[in-house]
Every structure is written in C-alpha cells, then in structure tokens.
C-alpha cells in the first residue's frame, strides 16, 4: 500500500480575532480611531511601545506609560505586559 504524502494543513485565524473593535478615545490616540482587528490592535500597540522605547530596559515584561498611554493604563506609570492586554480590552468596543 503507497503512502500518501499529507500536506499539513494552514492554521485558520480564529474568526473572533478578526473581528474588527472599536477603539475609544483614549486608545485611540495610540492606534488610530478606525475599528480594527484585535490581532491589528496589538500588532500598533507593541510598534508604538517599541518606536518609543517603553518597554522597560531592566525589567523587559514591564511597560513604561507615556502622555498618550498613560489614559490607557487608568494612570498607572508602569505596568506589566499581562496587566496592559487586560486594561486595552478595557477600551475597546
């Protein structure tokens, strides 16, 4: 019996991940007030964090938020990379 060759098959994006999301005004100012995915959401978040050097240089899980994150973050200076993904879903629709 011949062995058939199974070509493995491509990872499907779950559809609640492509969703586009409202952003309010305090987010907004970060990446931009067009809905947009969620995975597009991070992917602006960590380009901004990273363009203006935020995150942490001793203590990398840590972002340091500044004038335009810090709404973002409820005005906390500093926080983790765990907390920030649960206070951003705090500001979208």
Do not use: C
């Amino acid at each position: 019996m011949p062995k058939t060759k199974k070509t493995p098959s491509k990872r499907k994006p779950n559809p609640a991940f492509m969703r586009p999301v409202q952003p309010d005004d305090k987010l907004a100012a970060v990446v931009g007030s067009k809905p947009i995915p969620r995975s597009e959401l991070t992917k602006k978040l960590w380009d901004y964090i990273k363009k203006n050097g935020l995150q942490d240089k001793k203590v990398r899980t840590q972002i340091n938020a500044d004038d335009a994150l810090r709404p973002v973050f409820n005005g906390k200076s500093q926080v983790s990379m765990f907390e920030m993904t649960k206070l951003v879903s705090g500001h979208i629709t």
